[in-house]
């Protein structure tokens, strides 16, 4: 059976700096898989050069089977509408009112009329926990669980295949994370979405993965089922899981 | 010695490249202007916001060179007998010149760096990145509706720019300095050329879309949260009022050569 998305031999480098270093990665349809790793090890490089904002500079990204990475314009949107993300600081649009948001790309893309937009975006609220009431604001006046909330509800509205989650919940207290975390995975479940996140939040891995895999310097060092990762025999994963500041993994810490 | 060569090789290479980023960035947004779809309500919205608000701004400028043209020609002219030049003076150095130049600088001041801000803080918080998961272009969402609107509306607020700049002078001249008004009206008139008007016109949708272009252009690409929005918002209007000048001498040594 074909994977969904599959990553194959993804190198990404910036000047000197090596961000992916020959990375191989397939998601099969219906799976949700967590990237965790430290910061800087290239999880946004990945997810941008899956979307097509970043240009790998070797390697190939397949979705459904087909070659991505030389894609040109109306090919590459087309490709692009069976995706929904949730941006780490959610990227509303601060011009537009919350039901243009939530609808804005079937409206954009698919020329959805305003008024089933309207509809259709209200609808999509009620399933992120947030009521008719909030569909006129504006991002700037909403709360960041709120703005979470919306940009979860713009992700599904157009009932994409594949959603990625960039840090779903980072800033957010405890609690909200864990409404934002049993909201991803009631929805993707609703919607039989592949699902891609990346975060260095554990409660948020455990609770939405399927499998979890961990970067390191540019390479994929452990992956396995959710249930597996506190049994992975990998010093990596256990400093990392258990936030431990001795260990392999060596943080750059620039003293005051 | 080898360290300073370096250092200025350096910055030719950075130079060329920021140079071969911005023709490819206009390259692309020209590309994208006859390439559906169209965005006709945000050229609308857009044209309101860089022609219609700029109106107030652009219209006061250019009262006060029309103003200050009529006094100093006077002054200037006295010697010389020139009272009657007044009038061309001011006519000729609004239209051909002042009124776009004034008008461009004032744009570039005003909406270069609203331009450059707005864009800015959408990419540094991602959503210019948001619009492409959309299925929306961003070249076509945002920059094309803001450069049309900047090459249609220049012209229009030039034309502004030249009625009240010449009534500046008009007023300068006739209620100050005793010039009769219906000669003084003869004279602009006799003075008024029409390929001198069209050459303001023609610099002026140049200037609107130099302005709209590296307000675009700093603004979609700004890095590093609020200081590189500052940056941005900064080099926007000033390389815009560099090139203002510069494609001011260029096309008047084409018109006028």
């Known amino acids: ?256 | 010695m080898n360290d300073f060569l370096a250092t200025i090789g350096r910055s030719a290479l950075d130079f060329f490249a920021s140079v071969g980023r911005l023709f490819i960035f206009a390259g692309v947004a020209l590309s994208h202007i006859v390439r559906p779809p169209f965005y006709f309500k945000l050229l609308l919205r857009q044209m309101m916001l860089i022609g219609y608000n700029s109106l107030p701004v652009v219209g006061l400028t250019s009262l006060f060179t029309g103003m200050v043209l009529a006094l100093q020609s006077h002054t200037g002219f006295a010697g010389l007998g020139g009272d009657a030049a007044v009038a061309l003076l001011v006519v000729l150095s609004v239209t051909r010149e002042l009124g776009p130049v004034i008008a461009g600088l004032m744009v570039a001041g005003r909406v270069g760096a609203a331009i450059a801000a707005e864009l800015g803080t959408m990419s540094v918080t991602d959503q210019i990145a948001a619009l492409s998961t959309l299925s929306t272009n961003p070249y076509k969402y945002l920059v094309v509706p803001r450069i049309l609107a900047g090459i249609i509306t220049m012209p229009m607020l030039v034309v502004v720019a030249d009625v009240i700049g010449i009534l500046g002078g008009y007023i300068v001249a006739v209620y100050l300095l005793g010039a009769n008004p219906s000669s003084y009206l003869h004279e602009t008139w006799s003075a008024l050329k029409f390929p001198d008007f069209m050459s303001g016109l023609y610099k002026a949708a140049m200037f609107g879309f130099v302005v709209t272009l590296m307000g675009c252009y700093h603004g979609y690409h700004s890095r590093g949260g609020a200081q590189g929005v500052g940056a941005a918002t900064t080099n926007a209007v000033v390389s815009s009022s560099i090139l203002i000048l510069l494609m001011d001498y260029l096309l008047t040594s084409v018109f006028f050569s």
């Open chain 1, 1 to 256: 059976m074909t994977a969904k998305i599959a990553i194959k031999d993804l190198y990404k480098s910036f000047g000197r700096k090596k961000v992916l270093q020959g990375l191989n990665l397939e998601i099969g349809q219906g799976e949700s898989v967590v990237v965790i790793g430290g910061s800087g090890t290239g999880k946004s490089v990945l997810l941008k050069c899956i979307l097509g904002l970043l240009k790998p500079d070797s390697g190939e990204i397949f979705v459904d089977g087909q070659p991505t990475t030389r894609m040109g314009g109306s090919e590459r949107a087309h490709m692009l509408a069976k995706f929904g993300m949730l941006f780490q600081g959610a990227a509303l649009f601060d011009s537009l009112p919350v039901w243009q948001n939530v609808s804005f790309g079937l409206i954009q893309g698919q020329g959805m009329k305003l008024a089933e937009a309207k509809k259709l975006a209200i609808d999509t609220l009620s399933k992120v926990g947030l009521g008719a009431d909030v569909a006129d604001l504006y991002p700037a006046e909403l709360s960041g669980g709120m703005q979470k909330r919306v940009g979860l509800a713009r992700a599904i509205a157009s009932k994409p295949e594949i959603i990625f989650f960039d840090e779903p919940t980072t800033g957010l207290d405890p609690i909200m994370s864990d409404v934002i975390n049993q909201l991803i995975a009631e929805r993707v479940r609703d919607l039989g979405a592949t699902a891609l996140s990346i975060t260095h939040d554990m409660a948020s891995a455990r609770k939405i993965a399927d499998r979890i895999v961990m970067l390191y310097q540019g390479k994929i060092i452990w992956q396995g089922k959710t249930a597996e990762i506190d049994h992975s025999g990998n010093a990596f994963v256990d400093q990392f899981i258990h936030g431990r500041a001795e260990g392999p993994i060596q943080m750059e810490v620039r003293a005051s």
